[in-house]
């Protein structure tokens, strides 16, 4: 981020708990399936309406639980990427 001035972009690191009371436009989630899930409630509240979120570090897998819990969740998903067995899965909120 300081190499490419990203003047706006702050970078987070830790659990849901650093989410609370903040709105984001974009949040990238490198966390496993099982946080994932027990978190997508904080997940969705920090996230602006057209905001995007890219949840990694799963397994293809994960895909379809993960999928259903955050469309619940008011979450529409757009994307999926895979690598080598590993899956980056991309989201809106509307």
Do not use: H, P
């Not at 990203?6 to 849901?16: M, N, S, T």
């Not at 009371?21 to 994932?36: E, P, S």
């Not at 996230?47 to 469309?71: K, N």
């Amino acid at each position: 981020v300081k190499m490419n001035n990203c003047l706006r972009i702050i970078v987070e690191k830790g659990g849901a708990e650093l989410l609370k009371g903040k709105k984001f436009q974009f949040i990238l989630a490198n966390i496993n399936l099982n946080v994932l899930l027990a978190d997508m409630k904080a997940y969705t509240n920090a996230l602006e309406t057209q905001g995007t979120i890219l949840f990694s570090g799963l397994f293809v897998t994960d895909v379809v639980q993960l999928r259903s819990v955050a469309e619940i969740s008011g979450l529409t998903f757009v994307s999926t990427e895979e690598k080598n067995n590993w899956v980056v899965v991309e989201f809106q909120k509307n």
